[in-house]
Every structure is written in C-alpha cells, then in structure tokens.
C-alpha cells in the first residue's frame, strides 16, 4: 500500500536521487506516476547589447540542456511499475508547480528543503514557505542531509481547528488524513508512529496570576480535566482511524500517543527532537475560496524550528490562489 498515486518531484541544483527514493517510496507501484521537474527561475529579457542577450541566452539553454540530462538519469531509475515523465520549466519555482498541479492533478509535491546551519533557527526560504501556503495538495519538504525511509513519523493532531469526529462519522476530517497517511508511511517504512496533541488550559495564565480566584485543588481538577479531554479525543481519533485503515497498517504495538500541556509552537519541535523524528506531519488552516495560509505564526514558528522533513496537509475545501490563467 503506497499513500499517493500522481507525485510531482521537483528537482533542485543539488543530488535529486534521496529526494527521488522518498518520493518513489511514497507513490503507489502498481497505478502510480511521478513526474520530474527543474523549475529555472529566470526569464530573459533582451536588454543591454545584443552580443550581451545573445551570450545570456546560451548560457542559460546550455542550463537547460544540463538540467534535462539530469532529470533524463533520474527518471531511468525510476521503478518500471510506475509511470514517469521530466521537464525544465521556467519562472518562479512555487508558481509554476502549482500550476502544474492544477494542471495534471498532482497528489503529491516533493521537494528538497535548503538546509540551515542554525540550529533552532530552521528559517524556510520564501519560496518554500509559498509553496506550503498555497499549493492545493499535500507538500512533502525534504531535509536534503536525511537519508533512508522515515523510520520515526510525528502525526500531529489539533482539535481546535480541525474537526473532531464521532465515530460513526463518514466524512473524513483532516485529523482523519494527518493520522491515516502517517500510519501509513510508517508502516511502509517498519518504523514507529508518534502521535501528539498539545493542549493548553483555557484561562490558566489569569488563574495562576490570581486574576481569576481558585483555589489548588480546584485548579488541579480543571488542569486533570482538560488533559483528560485532550486524551479522549485522541484515543477517539485513533480508534477511527484504525477501523478506517486495518490493523495491518494501524499496528498499535508500534504507535505511542504524546498529550503534552504546552503551547504548539514550542513543544511540537521540543517533542520532535526528543523522539528524534524522521518526518512530521501536520495540516494547515485556510478558508474556502480565499488565498492559503498556514496557521499564522504557531505553524510557520514550528516549521522554522524544526530539524527534520515536514509533510504538510491542506483542510477539505482548500483552493488555491494561484490560477491557470
């Protein structure tokens, strides 16, 4: 079983081949397509004196020739189950693999994030922070240095922006997606699924300061409450999940449940790091019919302190900006 079926790789200036195994390891091998693309972000212009346009213009089509060589070498390694295609595009990189996604129906984005020598400090690029906000479909951003299959997967599941269902609900949610393709690339993978929620204590930082009277026993069972609340949902969330996949790939002898009271931004990297996490996964918020954001700061200050590869999700009735036209 292989969680995608229409994956589209973008390839960057550095070795595409790790980046090509964790895409392939993720497409289905008996339906599945990836197509290959090296996205030029330049556009000529003839300005200056011709001999200078000309000069440019060589230069950049021997680029082209270079990154079609490239592409054509991966694309000979690829399974021959599954069906592949490559291509040089020109313009903005994020952009241009949108449309493509609208385009040809992609499942799957992957690309190779640029790494940071500061730790703590991850700082995604523009261009892959676009991406993430406003492509369609699931983006998976590799951390280039990280080799081999995600053996240690981090399902991280909120319950105040994402619905939270009953059992007997049919209509799948995107906890339901974060948890189900996480299950599922871990055990593709053999590894172990990790599966967080962070919760906070409504109110707790006017109650500690003593802005709102309670005494520390009260206290203590509202804290004891809400963390109980915040664990029900998730063995709830899992128990649905696991009726949805099976045991064969919901194997619970390999998935460890984290409720940790905190704030997401902070504990989600902190948790990660203990656990020393291969891949997290996680959704993002955007509304219907307007241009995609992830959660404001709390997403975008996790991503930036992460040190690992993060598959990002986008909640049902999410539509991009960008267009065709």
Not at 228 to 236: A, E, G, L, P, Y
Not at 251 to 277: C, F
Request: net charge negative.
């Amino acid at each position: 079983m292989r969680v995608f079926d229409n994956t589209l790789y973008i390839v960057g200036d550095s070795d595409g081949l790790p980046g090509l195994k964790r895409a392939l390891a993720l497409t289905n091998t008996e339906t599945g397509s990836i197509s290959l693309v090296s996205i030029i972000e330049s556009i000529i212009h003839p300005i200056g004196s011709s001999k200078f346009y000309t000069e440019l213009k060589e230069a950049f089509e021997a680029l082209r020739h270079e990154r079609l060589a490239m592409l054509e070498k991966l694309a000979n390694s690829v399974p021959k189950g599954i069906s592949v295609t490559y291509e040089v595009m020109d313009g903005r990189s994020y952009v241009e693999a949108i449309k493509r996604v609208l385009l040809y129906k992609h499942d799957l984005v992957v690309a190779n994030a640029a790494d940071s020598d500061h730790k703590g400090n991850r700082l995604f690029v523009s261009e892959e922070m676009q991406l993430l906000r406003k492509c369609p479909c699931p983006v998976l951003l590799l951390k280039s240095s990280q080799a081999g299959p995600f053996k240690r997967v981090l399902a991280t599941l909120d319950f105040e922006y994402y619905d939270t269902p009953d059992t007997e609900q049919s209509e799948p949610t995107l906890n339901d997606e974060i948890l189900e393709v996480s299950a599922t690339i871990a055990s593709e993978a053999k590894g172990k699924l990790d599966i967080i929620n962070v919760y906070e204590i409504p109110g707790e930082g006017a109650m500690t300061a003593g802005w709102i009277p309670m005494n520390i026993n009260s206290f203590s069972d509202y804290a004891n409450s809400c963390a109980k609340t915040s664990k029900d949902k998730v063995d709830m969330q899992v128990k649905r999940s696991k009726h949805r996949l099976g045991t064969t790939v919901f194997d619970q002898s390999t998935v460890e449940t984290h409720i940790v009271h905190g704030r997401a931004r902070s504990t989600i990297p902190e948790v990660a790091e203990t656990l020393k996490t291969d891949l997290i996964v996680m959704g993002t918020v955007g509304r219907a019919g307007t241009s995609g954001f992830l959660l404001g700061n709390t997403a975008e200050t996790i991503l930036n302190h992460i040190d690992c590869s993060v598959l990002a999700l986008k909640p049902p009735g999410f539509e991009t900006p960008i267009s065709l036209d």
